[in-house]
């Protein structure tokens, strides 16, 4: 069993900057694959970054140059680095788990955190 505990979400003006973390407890974690989703209010939850065990990474178009995946295996942690905000990022940030890229759903799923962008 895998758990996985977000934290870092919050309320930040339009351009600002947060951190959102994500503990992983259960395997090995440097064997996961992980990844980052959102859901915004009336919206599917959609795909925003993903680290591999290698880690190598990819990012859906509309943050790619403004976010950065990255993990610290030794700290069993993953991290989104979110710049120059924009109020479209508003949503419920989910941190996921997958144990191969073979797989073609992550099967772990944290509880979420709100991030907020102000205009």
């Known amino acids: 069993q895998v758990q996985l505990i977000e934290s870092g979400g919050g309320l930040v003006q339009a351009g600002g900057s947060l951190r959102l973390s994500c503990t992983a407890s259960g395997r090995p974690f440097k064997t996961y694959v992980l990844g980052w989703f959102r859901q915004a209010p009336g919206k599917e939850r959609e795909f925003v970054a993903r680290?591999?065990?290698?880690?190598?990474?990819s990012y859906t178009d509309s943050v790619k140059g403004r976010f950065t995946i990255s993990r610290d295996n030794a700290k069993n942690t993953v991290y989104l680095q979110m710049n120059s905000l924009k109020p479209e990022d508003t949503a419920v940030y989910y941190c996921?788990?997958?144990?191969?890229?073979?797989?073609?759903?992550?099967?772990?799923w944290g509880q979420g955190t709100q991030v907020t962008v102000s205009s």
């Open positions: 680290i591999v065990t290698s880690g190598g990474t």
């Open positions: 996921a788990a997958k144990l191969s890229v073979l797989q073609p759903t992550y099967g772990y």
